[in-house]
């Protein structure tokens, strides 16, 4: 199912403006992350699609030509995943899965079928008999996408779905998540505040600041081109270079770096993994603290500029703490960026 939102907007009472107008293009099949801080918008506008709320006058929610702005909630025939999951833990998995085709009113025949096909789809027939209490998080994670997913719903909406987990837990449902919506085949919108979840299950990226799409596009090109600096530092954590700007340099007090361009009255920055170690490197740097981390070291260190700067390095050895080591940055890889407006 295709998805355009045109002119969405949401005022509260009170003037306060929780979203921005905000035009969208949502393509057949297509999953779409609503990434951003808490307070950008990204839930009200998850909201307004599934009909929980009303956006203000002038809007147009068209799913496949239809204009739905009006439609109640059931009539959209929008699935929903929640934070909490919201499954009934008096009931069996089959129970959660049948409940709302009950609601439909369909045959036994046809709730048996519709919920023996999301079970197998969702890898649950060991569990299918057992109560929601005597499962881990992970599987019940996958009740709430079959629960979603047994109406046939037009589009799939999830809102933070696995914030409730914790972090080991979560970095392996990301991926489990994104090959499980792949084979729903589904136009599927989900709300999350974490990048490496947003740019491991989306194919496209809409980031939110303010109220508004910052810049939308797909996880490689958000990382490579960020439109701003809000988009550079949320996508792939870029850092401040703080120094005095002339022209192609960047004076830092720890030395000069050449920049890829002219980029007075601009922001540099530069994201951990591109900073290096080097004999002959054009910055003066005091290493204040290391991190092993498995595959890389992260790196504290002075000096190079105003504040603290921090790298990846993922040499077999690391400097000490104290040591003074030489740094240096690849032109290509300074991100000149027009200064964030003000809030």
Known sequence: MTLTLANIAKTFPGGTKALRPTDLEIGK???????????????TLLRIIAGLETPDPGA?????????????????????????????????????I??????????KAEIAARVDEVID?????????????????????RVALA?????????????????????????????????LLRQFGITAIFVTHDQDEAMAI????AVMSQGEVAQIGTPEALYRNPASCFVARFVGDAMPL????????????????????????QQVLVRAEDIRIDQNGPVTARVEAVTFLGTHYRIALSGAMTGPLFMLHAGLSAPRTGEEVRLSILPEALLVLPADRAA
């Open 29 to 43: 099949g297509e999953i779409l992350a609503l990434l951003g801080p808490s307070g950008c918008g990204k839930s």
């Open 60 to 96: 147009a929610i068209v799913f496949d030509g239809e204009d739905v702005t009006h439609q109640s909630v059931e009539r959209r025939m929008i699935g929903m995943v929640f934070q909490s999951y919201a499954l009934f833990p008096n009931m069996s998995v089959r129970g959660n």
């Open 98 to 107: 049948g409940y709302g085709l009950k609601m439909q009113k369909l045959s």
């Open 121 to 141: 789809l969702c890898r649950l027939r060991p569990y299918a008999d057992r109560a929601i209490t005597a499962l881990s998080g992970g599987q019940r994670q």
């Open 147 to 179: 629960r979603a997913m047994a109406p046939r719903p037009r589009i799939l909406l999830l809102d933070e779905p696995l914030s409730a987990l914790d972090a080991a837990l979560r970095s392996h449902l990301r991926d489990e998540l994104a090959l």
């Open 202 to 205: 989306a194919d496209r990226v």
């Open 242 to 265: 703080e120094g005095r700007i002339e022209h192609a340099q960047l004076h830092l007090p720890g030395g000069v770096l050449t920049l890829p361009k002219a980029a007075d009255g």
